[in-house]
Every structure is written in C-alpha cells, then in structure tokens.
C-alpha cells in the first residue's frame, strides 16, 4: 500500500472525545521508549509526523492520525513507565485501556516489543488483558537493526516459545526497524488487508 496522505488529526486524553467518523483504526502500544512514534513516522514516511524523544514518557495523549483519508494510525502513551507520578500513571493507564474497551472503530493494535528483551511481565500481562477482552492485536518485534539476522531469529524464537506456554497460537507477528525501514511493507500489506476485509 502506498501512503499517499498523512495528516494529525488530533491529540487527547479522553476515549469519547475521538474522532467521531467510522473509520477503521490501527493503534500503537507498548512500553515508554520502544519505538511507537518512531514506527509510525517510519510507515508513513513522515520524519515528524509522531513526536519522537531519546527519554520514555513523550507521547502523552491518544494521538490520531489521517492516513490516505481512508483510515486511522494512533500513536498511544506507554505504559509501565514509572518516572511520572503514581497519579498520572493510573490516568495513562485508564484511559488507555478505556480507548481499548470503548473504541469500536479499533479493528486491529499492534503490541510493541524491544527485540533484544526478554518478554516482560508487564508485556505479558498486557496482552494477556487484550486477550480477556477479545482485543485484536499482532506483536511488533522493534529495534531489529540492533541485532544480527541469526540473532533476531533467536530472540523471536525464544519469545514465541514463553508465549506458547500460554498461548495456544503465538501471535502474528512482525520484525521491525524505523532507522532501517525493516518491516515497512509487511505491516503496510497487513493493514491494506485488513481494510480490504472489511468492507
Ligand atoms: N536503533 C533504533 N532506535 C530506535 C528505533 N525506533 C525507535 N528508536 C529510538 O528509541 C527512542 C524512543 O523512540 P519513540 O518512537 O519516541 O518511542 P515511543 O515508544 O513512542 O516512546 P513514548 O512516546 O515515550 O512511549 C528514540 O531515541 C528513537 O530514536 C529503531 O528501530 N532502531
Ligand atoms: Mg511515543
């Protein structure tokens, strides 16, 4: 798919005060600082279209983005993020997990994952909420140019094994890197598919 238009919509912090046309909408979500903003810029081809930062904790609000006038990307605040305060940090968390239970224009998120960690219990046990709650989502490996091509198969390897322990299936799945544009087409197809089916 070719992105031939992307343009912010709006940010806030309130799941009801979205966007209220029924377009379909794909959202980011992950830990501060692994590489949300940045994989959004990389598949629309946009340097700053998401705001980027070296320090978790940028992305603050529920970002929507207009892509080819035809669908949505959100860029979401991370989680497990434990610099701000305990009250702003339950705020993120509502409200995050209100966009996922309220949004019914949310056909599919992406869970990123750093490629070089260990799966993380709050990782983990974030999914495993999407999976109680019936939430479509596929797991995005980020940061894959810091490993070797043996390696990346390693680490995927190693991570698909602990989800099947409670899993039936492992996630679908990409292998991503915004400062190489690893990933780009795969997850562009996907979406492209995922419209497709719907209409
Ligand atoms: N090497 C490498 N660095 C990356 C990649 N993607 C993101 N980064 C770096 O990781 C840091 C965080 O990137 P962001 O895109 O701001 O991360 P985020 O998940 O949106 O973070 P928050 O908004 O704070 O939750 C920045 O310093 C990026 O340059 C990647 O594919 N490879
Ligand atoms: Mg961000």
């Known amino acids: 798919m070719e992105i031939k238009s992307a343009e912010?919509?709006?940010?806030?912090?309130?799941?009801?005060?979205?966007?209220?046309?029924?377009?379909p909408e794909y959202a980011f979500i992950g830990r501060s600082n692994v590489g949300k903003s940045s994989l959004i810029n990389m598949i629309t081809n946009r340097k700053s279209l998401a705001k980027t930062s070296g320090r978790p904790g940028k992305t603050q609000l529920i970002n929507h983005f207009l892509i080819n006038k035809t669908?949505?990307?959100?860029?979401?605040?991370?989680?497990?993020?434990?610099?701000?305060?305990k009250?702003?940090?339950?705020?993120?968390?509502k409200f995050i997990t209100d966009y996922f239970n309220q949004r019914e224009q949310m056909v599919s998120a992406f869970v990123?994952?750093?490629?070089?960690?260990?799966?993380?219990?709050?990782?983990?046990?974030?999914?495993?909420?999407?999976?109680?709650?019936?939430?479509?989502?596929?797991?995005?490996?980020?940061?894959?140019?810091?490993?070797?091509?043996?390696?990346?198969?390693?680490?995927?390897?190693d991570y698909s094994a602990v989800m099947?322990?409670?899993?039936?299936?492992m996630p679908n799945y990409f292998i991503t890197s915004s400062s190489k544009e690893m990933g780009k087409d795969e997850l562009l197809n996907y979406i492209h598919e995922v419209n497709e089916n719907m209409e």
């Open 87 to 93: 009250s702003s940090k339950k705020t993120f968390q």
């Open 8 to 23: 912010f919509v709006m940010s806030n912090s309130d799941v009801t005060k979205c966007p209220k046309d029924l377009l």
């Open 164 to 169: 099947m322990e409670t899993w039936e299936d």
């Open 71 to 85: 669908w949505h990307l959100v860029d979401l605040p991370g989680y497990g993020y434990a610099r701000v305060s």
């Open 112 to 157: 990123l994952v750093d490629i070089r960690h260990k799966p993380q219990p709050i990782d983990l046990e974030f999914m495993a909420w999407m999976g109680e709650n019936d939430i479509p989502f596929s797991i995005i490996f980020t940061k894959a140019d810091k490993l070797k091509p043996q390696a990346i198969l390693n680490h995927v390897a």
